[in-house]
């Protein structure tokens, strides 16, 4: 296998050279590095869904009772509650009671604004099924497949 000079310039000049990717999250998109409207970071977004994870069993053990909400069936209603929130949140406000508080919001990549009813409803069913955790990293602007499915981002306030 022979190396061509462009192999080389282009290792020196580093991965962006090969792979087109830009030099941080979100550059892409047309996102600022840091700052309002800059890709929400993970610790933020984990944080939030942890708040209104916490939140959404408070909310079923209110309503359910502590052993409904432990055992059988019962298990998948805090994800119900979370998956509703979402939806309803989402699509109005842009933001759960979570990111809210985490200073992030939901938004359409191209454009910003809201994302709609459907796009949050497609979000919600995915974030219920545990999918945008497990798929964090497949992109470079750390967007799950919640947000590239829904084109959609999480930005900071």
């Not at 296998?1 to 941080?24: F, H, K």
């Not at 800059?38 to 916490?54: K, M, T």
């Not at 069993?57 to 502590?66: C, D, H, M, Q």
Request: aromatic share 6%; proline share 6%; with cysteine.
């Amino acid at each position: 296998m022979a190396v061509d000079r462009r192999d080389i310039g282009s290792w020196i000049q580093g991965p962006e050279a090969v792979t087109g990717v830009s030099g941080y999250p979100g550059e892409r998109l047309d996102r600022p590095e840091t700052g309002p409207g800059s890709l929400a970071r993970p610790g933020r977004r984990f944080a939030s869904v942890l708040i209104d994870w916490v939140l959404c069993l408070v909310i079923a053990r209110g309503f359910f009772g502590t052993e409904t909400v432990a055992s059988g069936v019962g298990t998948l209603i805090p994800v119900a509650i979370l998956a509703v929130e979402n939806l309803l949140l989402i699509s109005t406000t842009g933001f759960t009671i979570g990111q809210r508080v985490m200073g992030v919001h939901v938004e359409r990549v191209v454009g910003g604004g809201p994302i709609g009813l459907w796009r949050s409803a497609l979000r919600a069913v995915l974030l219920s099924l545990v999918v945008p955790p497990l798929t964090m990293g497949w992109d470079v602007d750390r967007r799950g497949m919640h947000d590239l499915l829904t084109s959609s981002v999480v930005a900071r306030n």
